[in-house]
């Protein structure tokens, strides 16, 4: 065994070792919410992909900010003690949500305008908030992430989204499938699309606001596109897709945590630098093997 | 036996605005439009629309099968398939002769095998009436004479309505050409001529002729 190696079969056991110590619960929590978003992620994920709609999820996930902002601000001038940042990065999340699923419908042209506009006002208006509310906060953390904000909360309500995304995707599935393949045809079959299209931004608002703390704002979209990105390289079914994107998002999510720990990188981005290298790696492999095939 | 008509004229024409309106997509500013006796929302569920290539997106994950289903689509909650959505997609999918795809993914096959599993799809509720948009626009002649054997049978039980921008698509099968070019004009094909062309493409065309069935009766409305 080299020594490269060796060293890295110990960090590996660190970081299980980590794993189980009481006093880095935070770890383990981080682990068990990044994994078992996943499955949300890998399910949403596809339809944001195939449905070619990853420009709205940044614009939704970018005006959560404002909502972060609104939050801290009522919390800390008002006493609302009660109120979290992630209650009012659900709000304007799933307002965002709504409002670019209406204008991608009813807007075509100007679509990316407004949807530009919704992006930078949201998170304009959750540096004003934060400007006005008294005290000093650590934005980055809302920004880039930062697993010690995870808590055994956390856990819970990574859960109760899954299964509401879960149970979504069974009921819905052929409606979601025509909806995305071809809106008019569905509409023609008496579907009130518009209605399955805005559920689907929701859930997609849900699903980002969820790993905001493990990834942050900034960079969450890349988690919710790039493994579904990789897995439709691997497969032509939509569930297939799926499923792919459920097992290549906990891959980059647990490497990145592991590769965190051992080597002191910020979380975020070590989970997007793995994701955005594999999927860099699998792109340029199928280019590849398409052409190595042409020339035999 | 229904009626086989082709709707043709230039690009801006109103061809597709044409379409919208009587698939109920778009509404009209003024007067009322009624497909087989009830206003298109009501009656569409009768209609198989097969719309323009471009308009889909081709490297959408899914699989031939599971795009003739959406043919047996819904507006009820629960919506899985039952054993007889999936005889009815195969018996659409026989019909367009492509039965052998079924499990493929829709972006592996070519232009005109897809083409034909949107008919299939269109088939697949069983309508009385067809409207395609464009149908010929991505397929060879080859592929285009089978496509027409196709339709030809299928006109024997229902009406088909077929948008082309493509004038020698108007073949001896069609029996009716509604000219659009801001204005709609109704022909059997047994008046169409070079004059009737001259008026709603504003230039001369060369008229090609597809003897032996120029006979057939067409509707015609002035």
Redesign the interface.
């Given at each position: 065994m080299t020594t490269d190696s060796a060293k890295k079969d110990v960090s590996m056991n660190e970081f299980l070792g980590a794993l189980m110590d009481p006093d880095l619960l935070f770890l383990r929590n981080a682990l068990i919410v990044s994994v078992l978003a996943s499955i949300s992620f890998g399910i949403i994920g596809t339809y944001v992909v195939?449905r070619?709609i990853s420009y709205l999820a940044g614009a939704i996930s970018h005006s959560a900010f404002g909502g972060i902002g609104g939050a801290l601000y009522l919390n800390r001038v008002f006493n609302f003690t009660w109120l979290d940042p992630i209650h009012g990065a659900v709000v304007f999340a799933l307002g965002a949500a709504v409002i670019t699923g209406l204008v991608s419908i009813y807007a075509k042209e100007r679509e990316d305008t407004v949807i530009g506009a919704i992006w930078a006002v949201g998170m304009a208006a959750g540096l004003i908030f934060i400007d006005l509310t008294p005290g000093y906060f650590e934005i980055s953390s809302f920004l880039f992430g930062d697993i010690l904000l995870i808590s055994s909360h956390d856990v819970y309500m990574v859960l109760t989204l899954d299964i509401i995304i879960l149970a979504a995707t069974l009921?819905?599935?052929?409606?979601l499938?025509?909806v995305?393949?071809?809106e008019?045809?569905?509409?023609?079959?008496?579907?009130?699309t518009l209605k399955y299209y805005i559920f689907l931004l929701c859930l997609t608002a849900l699903t980002i606001v969820l790993l905001v703390r493990v990834v942050g704002i900034v960079m969450v979209i890349a988690l919710l596109t790039l493994p579904a990105a990789v897995a439709?390289r691997f497969?032509?079914?939509?569930w297939?897709?799926m499923i792919f994107s459920i097992l290549f998002c906990m891959l980059f999510n647990a490497s990145g945590l592991a590769l965190s720990f051992s080597t002191g990188f910020s979380t975020g981005p070590a989970i997007i630098l793995i994701a955005g290298s594999t999927y860099l790696i699998v792109i340029s492999a199928f280019k590849f093997i398409k052409k190595f095939k042409k020339v035999s | 036996m229904g009626d086989f008509a082709t709707i043709v004229g230039p690009n801006g024409g109103g061809k597709t605005t044409l379409l919208q309106l009587l698939?109920g997509?778009l509404k009209p500013d003024s007067g009322r439009i009624e497909l087989l006796g009830h206003p298109p929302e009501k009656s569409?569920?009768n209609?198989g629309?097969m719309?323009q290539y471009v308009?889909?997106?081709m490297q959408?994950?899914?699989?031939v099968m599971?795009?003739v289903?959406?043919?047996r689509?819904?507006?009820q909650?629960?919506?899985?398939?039952s054993r007889q959505d999936r005889n009815a997609a195969e018996d659409a999918l026989n019909e367009v002769r492509i039965s052998d795809y079924k499990s493929r993914?829709?972006?592996?096959l070519s232009g005109g095998q897809k083409q034909r599993v949107l008919i299939a799809?269109a088939l697949c509720?069983r309508p009385k009436v067809l409207i395609l948009d464009e149908p010929t626009s991505n397929i060879d002649e080859e592929t285009e004479h089978i496509f027409f054997e196709i339709l030809e049978k299928l006109n024997a039980r229902m009406t088909i309505l077929l948008v082309s921008h493509d004038l020698g698509f108007v073949s001896q099968k069609v029996k009716s050409v509604i000219c659009v070019n801001r204005e709609v004009v109704m022909h059997p094909t047994t008046k169409m001529n070079g004059t009737i062309i001259k008026e709603i493409y504003g230039s001369e065309f060369e008229m090609i002729r597809h003897d032996h069935r120029f006979s057939e009766k067409g509707c015609f409305h002035e």
């Open positions: 195939t070619r009921i819905f599935y052929n409606k499938l025509a995305c393949f071809d008019e045809h569905a509409v023609l079959r008496g579907i009130n439709g497969t032509g079914k939509l297939h897709m | 698939l997509l569409r569920l209609i629309y719309p308009k889909l997106d959408f994950p899914v699989s599971d795009v289903l959406m043919g689509l819904s507006s909650l629960w919506g899985r398939y993914n829709f972006s592996e799809r509720s």
